[in-house]
């Protein structure tokens, strides 16, 4: 027995005591109206109610099971509804069993709800298939033409942010060629073929093009395990990086990487602060050699408001080296020092530093690489601090 219907027949057996204590003064009615006082009942948990409309409307209650079914079948409805109303069906014909002995309506009902738990299962198989795709923070699954691809028998795109910030600052492509925004950039294979999104530089020159016909597997890859070299730290192609890298005038140092590896974090990824105080890469700023840079060089001060948490320093200098003004401003804060009411529950929805990081940058569950500075005492971090802006207190 499924948890269903062992919740539904716990309910009978309930409503079924009940019932003898009440007098039932239903009549015989349509369709539509019984269906209507059913599901009334079965909300308030009226359970003799429900037992009385069953034993009172034997003939029409067949013909009532079959619209309700058509109606939970109907597209307006996701699984949380449909199992509703299948449920309330499964209730009916559950208890059109006990009165009229006739299990005809539950053999009716019951394929439909497995069918859709066996839906759902599957439904819930595909997201975990892609989170795991997604487990390398910053790889995101491209599929908002998923039926187009399949189509063609491609497999969805991978897109790797950590092979492309080794080359290029986030100001390359943000907010010039992409909005800092998932699902929101309109990609597709005509923008691309265009020389426009990828197609900027997946054109052959600053890249390997797109179009080029041997090359589609190289981004329609999510999924297949020619993909390994784009999400397995230990796969990653050293070789192959170092040529990328050179191509588009970065630089790639990796005899400064400690033991020779891309230095990981506690949760195994890539540890970019390392890579940077190890001058093991610098991306380019621009593709346009004569743009010039803005950058703020101050830090500002979270001060914390109780001894749980330590100070959290936010330096402008690190981020806007590679993080372009308008990435930031206004869209995420306010550029005014205090004018942003933050708080963690907010962040880790996305708000906030949580745009970034959980997604792109470092994860939130590292406390400690935020909340750094020690409240009161002088911490190895002090010498950051002495020069900070002190935001004012909310
Ligand atoms: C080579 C181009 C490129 C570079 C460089 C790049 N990004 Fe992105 N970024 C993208 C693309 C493509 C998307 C996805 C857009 C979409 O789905 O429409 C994206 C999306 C994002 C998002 C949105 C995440 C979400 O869940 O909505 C964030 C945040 C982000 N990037 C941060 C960064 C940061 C920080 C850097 C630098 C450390 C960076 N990106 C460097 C191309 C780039
Ligand atoms: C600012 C330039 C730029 C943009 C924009 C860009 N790329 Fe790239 N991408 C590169 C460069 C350079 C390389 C490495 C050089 C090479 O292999 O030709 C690369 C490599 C890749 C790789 C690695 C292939 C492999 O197996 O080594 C994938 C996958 C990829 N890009 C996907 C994308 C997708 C998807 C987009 C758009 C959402 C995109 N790129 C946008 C410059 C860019
Ligand atoms: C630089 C990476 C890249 C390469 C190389 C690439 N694609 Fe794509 N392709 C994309 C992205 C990004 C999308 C949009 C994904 C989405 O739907 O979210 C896409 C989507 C598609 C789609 C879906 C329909 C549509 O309008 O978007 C088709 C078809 C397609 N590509 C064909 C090809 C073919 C054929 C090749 C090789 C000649 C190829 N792609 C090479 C990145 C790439
Ligand atoms: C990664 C995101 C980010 C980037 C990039 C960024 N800022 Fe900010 N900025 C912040 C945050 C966070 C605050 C603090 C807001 C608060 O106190 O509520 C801030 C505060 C400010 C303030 C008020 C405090 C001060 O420093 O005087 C100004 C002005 C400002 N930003 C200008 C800039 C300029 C100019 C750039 C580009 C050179 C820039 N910011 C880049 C996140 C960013
Ligand atoms: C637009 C993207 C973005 C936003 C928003 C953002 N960060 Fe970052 N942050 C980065 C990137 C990129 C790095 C480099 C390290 C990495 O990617 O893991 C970084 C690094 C850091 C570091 C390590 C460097 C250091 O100063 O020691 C800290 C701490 C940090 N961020 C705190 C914050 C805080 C606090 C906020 C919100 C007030 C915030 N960040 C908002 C992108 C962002
Ligand atoms: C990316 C940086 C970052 C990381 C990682 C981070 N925090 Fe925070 N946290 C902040 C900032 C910034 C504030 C200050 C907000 C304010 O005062 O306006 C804050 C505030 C707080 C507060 C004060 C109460 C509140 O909700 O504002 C608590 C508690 C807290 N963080 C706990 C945590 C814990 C626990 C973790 C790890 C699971 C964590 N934080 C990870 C940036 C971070």
New binding site residues.
């Given amino acids: 027995m499924n948890s269903y219907t062992y919740q539904i027949s716990n309910k009978f057996v309930w409503g079924l005591m009940l019932l003898f204590s009440l007098i039932g003064t239903s009549h015989a009615m349509d369709n539509a109206t019984f269906l209507q006082q059913f599901k009334y009942n079965y909300e308030e948990q009226k359970f003799n109610e429900q037992l009385d409309l069953v034993k009172l409307n034997k003939s029409i209650i067949p013909g009532a099971v079959t619209d309700l079914i058509k109606e939970a079948m109907s597209d307006k409805y996701g699984f949380e509804e449909r199992m509703q109303q299948l449920n309330i069906a499964s209730a009916i014909a559950y208890m059109y069993l006990h009165w009229h002995e006739d299990d005809s309506l539950i053999k009716q009902v019951t394929p439909f709800i497995q069918a859709e738990l066996k839906k759902e299962q599957k439904r819930v198989a595909e997201i975990m298939k892609w989170k795991k795709e997604e487990r390398f923070l910053g790889n995101f699954v491209m599929k908002k033409h998923e039926k187009e691809m399949m189509k063609r028998g491609l497999p969805m795109v991978l897109y790797p942010h950590w092979l492309h910030r080794i080359m290029y600052e986030c100001k390359v492509c943000h907010n010039s060629i992409f909005k800092m925004k998932r699902w929101d950039n309109n990609l597709s294979w005509q923008n691309i073929e265009k020389g426009e999104q990828c197609g900027v530089c997946h054109n052959g020159v600053e890249a390997f093009a797109a179009t080029e016909a041997s090359n589609c597997k190289l981004c329609h890859v999510a999924g297949s395990p020619n993909a390994e070299h784009l999400h397995h730290p230990e796969k990653i192609r050293q070789a192959s990086i170092k040529v990328a890298v050179e191509g588009v005038g970065a630089k790639w140092r990796p005899e400064n990487l400690p033991d020779g590896k891309l230095p990981l974090d506690r949760f195994q990824f890539i540890d970019w602060m390392k890579l940077k105080e190890n001058n093991v890469f610098t991306p380019v700023a621009s593709l346009d050699k004569n743009s010039t840079e ?3 060089d ?1 830090k ?1 001060l ?1 001060a914390s408001k109780s001894g749980f948490v330590s100070d959290v320093i ?1 330096d ?1 200098k690190i ?2 080296d ?8 206004p869209a ?11 708080k963690m529950t907010d962040m880790s929805k996305g708000l ?2 949580g ?2 990081h959980g997604k792109v940058s470092f994860t939130f569950a590292d406390c400690l690489r935020c909340h750094k500075k020690t409240t009161g005492k002088l911490s190895m971090d002090e010498s950051r601090t002495t020069d900070a ?1 002190k ?1 004012p207190v909310h």
């Avoid at 590679?322 to 401003?329: E, G, L, N, P, V």
């Avoid at 995420?332 to 933050?342: V, Y």
């Fill in positions: 803005e950058t703020r101050n500002i979270f936010f402008h981020h806007s590679w993080i372009q003004c308008a990435s930031c401003h995420i804060f306010k550029d005014e020092l205090g004018g942003n009411r933050m906030y530093c745009h970034c802006l935001r």
